[in-house]
Every structure is written in structure tokens, then in C-alpha cells.
């Protein structure tokens, strides 16, 4: 069955930042792209960013264009969320998703909590 | 860039059809045959239940269906269950390596 774990989530003051991490097994990882969606308390989801399936031409939201990184370890089946610069809005459940043009699969997320 | 416009709550009762539907453009929904409908319960991790407009992931109960008309999608589901009771969020590809969600439906069964 597939598995996606997050972790990393946590409580960090405003400007600071954080590495959301995203193990995954059960699937031929290095052959699925891979999705950074996010949900607000109380909110809606918001996709956040892309790794293609050979680690090439990641893809952001404007919101968090220039602030966030994804990457992957196809080595380790791992996708990663380099988080800088946070800021209030940015307080969220974090998920992994995989998927091409549609989010198959889902992590169980992890908050993230952006307050001084 | 603005989400995808779904109504904020539907209900129906057990055994009766609600649509949901999602507003978007022609630059989303009505560019690319790419619409899914997740679903979600209270403290849960999102659930695929329709993708590419009309399919099925395996173990969907084909009580649940997808439609698309121009620049809105269509999520309906029939036979409704006290189970079905969750948000439900459509998405879209949008071009450019990027995706997009509506604002989420309450479905609530009486």
C-alpha cells in the first residue's frame, strides 16, 4: 500500500524557516512527479509547489515563489520543502501529494505554525 | 491567482443526487480535460474520488460522477450516504506547470 509520511512541521517565529520532509514506499517513487499541497486552519487547499519525476523543472505558486524550495532524493524516495522567509500566512497543514495532473495520493500532513 | 468557485455548502438527503460545481476559465477548467474531485474528512487527509473530468480511481463507488460543460466541472453524487458527509474540493491544471483548487463544499446529509 502506498505510504507517504510528512515531517518536519513545527512552531517557527515570522522570517524564520523550515525543511518539510516526505518519505514515501510502496511505489517506484523516481517515476511519479511530486506535489506540495497546503490547507490553512479552517481553509481550503492551496497547491504549493512541483518536482517533475527526475528532479527537473520545479514549479511554485506565486505565493511562495522565491521564499520556498522543493527537491527530491530519488535515492531515498524523499521530497523535500526548503521553507524561508515564513510569514503568518503561511500557517498550515503541509501534505505531499503524488501525482501528474491530478493528486492520486496523500500524505497525512504536518503543521506548520508561523507565529512570534 | 484566484481559486476555482465552488458554492460553500450543499445538502440532500439519504437516497437523493446533489452536484457540486466549479467555476473556472478558459484557462483552467475549461483548457484542459484535467478536473479532479478529492474528498475530505474532518482531520483527514484528502481522498481522490474523480480524475481527468469523468474517471474513477478503483474502489470509488460509482454512486460518484464528473461532468464538464465549458468552464464548469461538476461533481454529483447519487444515493447519498451519511458517509459521503465531507468537504469536497475540485482542482484544475492551469498551465505552465501549475495547478489550481476551488474554495471547498460542506456537503452535509440530513
Known amino acids: 500500500q502506498v505510504q507517504m509520511v510528512e515531517s518536519g512541521g513545527g512552531v517557527v517565529q515570522p522570517g524564520g524557516s ?3 520532509s516526505c518519505v514515501t514506499s510502496a511505489f517506484t517513487f523516481n517515476t511519479y512527479d511530486m506535489h506540495w499541497v497546503r490547507q490553512a486552519p479552517g ?3 492551496e497547491w504549493v509547489a512541483l518536482m517533475r519525476y527526475d528532479a527537473t523543472r520545479p514549479s511554485y505558486a506565486d505565493s511562495v515563489k522565491g521564499r520556498f524550495t522543493i527537491s527530491r532524493d530519488n535515492s531515498k524516495n524523499t521530497l523535500f520543502l526548503q521553507m524561508n522567509s515564513l510569514r503568518d500566512d503561511d500557517t498550515a497543514v503541509y501534505y505531499c501529494a503524488r ?3 491530478f493528486f492520486s495520493s496523500w500524505g497525512q500532513g504536518t503543521l506548520v505554525t508561523v507565529s512570534s | ?3 476555482l468557485t465552488q458554492p460553500a455548502s450543499v445538502s440532500g438527503s439519504p437516497g437523493q443526487s446533489i452536484a457540486i460545481s466549479c ?3 478558459s484557462s483552467d477548467v475549461g483548457g484542459y480535460d484535467s478536473v479532479a474531485w478529492y474528498q475530505q474528512h474532518p482531520g483527514k487527509a484528502p481522498k481522490l474520488v474523480i480524475y481527468d473530468v469523468t474517471k474513477r480511481p478503483s474502489g470509488v463507488p460509482d454512486r460518484f460522477s464528473g461532468s464538464k460543460s465549458v ?3 461538476s461533481l454529483t453524487i447519487s444515493g447519498l450516504q451519511a ?3 465531507a468537504d ?3 482542482s484544475s491544471f492551469r498551465g505552465s506547470s501549475t495547478w489550481v483548487f476551488g474554495g471547498g463544499t460542506k456537503l452535509t446529509v440530513l
Do not use: V
Request: with cysteine; glycine share 12%; aromatic share 8%.
Open chain 1, 18 to 20: 523550515l525543511r518539510l
Open chain 2, 88 to 90: 469536497y474540493y475540485c
Open chain 2, 1 to 3: 491567482q484566484s481559486a
Open chain 1, 43 to 45: 481553509k481550503g487547499l
Open chain 2, 23 to 25: 467555476a473556472g476559465t
Open chain 2, 71 to 73: 468552464n464548469t466541472a
Open chain 1, 99 to 101: 501525482g501528474t495532473h
Open chain 2, 83 to 85: 458517509e459521503d458527509e
